[in-house]
């Protein structure tokens, strides 16, 4: 089946910093889409990107697809403290429906 | 706008027992996903509705789970009886087309 592999697995930054990280996969994919989740809470939707190529912001995190479908990235511009939590790459393929493969994550942490 | 909504968000019961968790979801979508979130698995997928229709059960543990959808506004997840490597969070989501919103989560402890 098909395999998103997300890299890092775990960040710590210092606040101000930028972080950067990317998903790939072994095969093609539709959609890709960026979450965020919070202690406690469930995934929230931060950047959905639909078009190859296609780069995406929102606020200070800038998010694209890649030209070959098979990879995304998503950039975090002057980190605060509130970045933290785990970020889940995710893509859809329009083979199976709506149903969605995810990363295993990043857990991204900011000393202030 | 109420965003998907799931109760209760935390329960803890004894080995054995029945475990119901509800969902609404997103008024106009027509996919719904559960999903079982452990630090061991990571993010799995355990049940997928489109229409109301379970289209993909493949990622259902066991035949301890169950999940309806009786209507487009409700959903169900049962686990019976429950034990405890059950314990984890589950959610659910909805989506439209393949961007899914989630809800916040149930957290549940078998003892």
């Known amino acids: 089946g098909q395999q998103l592999n997300q890299s890092p697995q775990s960040m710590f930054i210092q606040e101000g910093e930028d972080v950067s990280m990317n998903c790939t996969s072994s095969?093609?994919?539709?959609?890709w889409l960026w979450y965020k989740q919070d202690p406690g809470e469930g995934p929230v939707l931060l950047i959905a990107?639909?078009?190859?190529?296609e780069l995406t912001s929102n606020g200070r995190l800038t998010a694209q697809f890649g030209i070959t479908r098979k990879d995304s990235f998503l950039n975090i511009s002057a980190s605060i403290p509130s970045d933290v939590g785990i970020y889940f790459c995710?893509?859809?393929?329009?083979?199976?429906?709506?149903?969605?493969?995810f990363g295993g994550g990043t857990r991204l942490m900011v000393k202030p | 706008d109420a965003g998907v909504i799931q109760s209760p968000r935390h329960e803890v019961t004894e080995m054995g027992q029945e475990v119901t968790l509800r969902c609404k979801p997103i008024?106009?979508?027509?996919?719904l996903f559960w999903y079982r979130q452990t630090m061991m698995r990571g993010l799995e997928l355990l049940i997928y509705?489109?229409?109301?229709?379970?289209?993909?059960d493949s990622g259902m543990p066991e035949d301890r789970f169950s999940a309806k959808m009786p209507n487009a506004s409700f959903s169900t997840l049962k686990i019976q009886p429950s034990e405890p490597r059950d314990s984890a969070v589950y959610f659910c989501?909805?989506?439209?087309?393949?961007?899914?919103?989630f809800g916040p989560g149930t957290r549940l402890t078998v003892l």
């Open positions: 989501a909805s989506s439209w087309r393949a961007t899914q919103y």
């Open positions: 095969s093609i994919f539709n959609t």
């Open positions: 990107l639909y078009k190859a190529g």
């Open positions: 995710a893509g859809q393929d329009n083979n199976a429906g709506n149903m969605l493969t």
């Open positions: 008024s106009g979508h027509n996919s």
């Open positions: 509705f489109n229409n109301n229709v379970p289209i993909d």
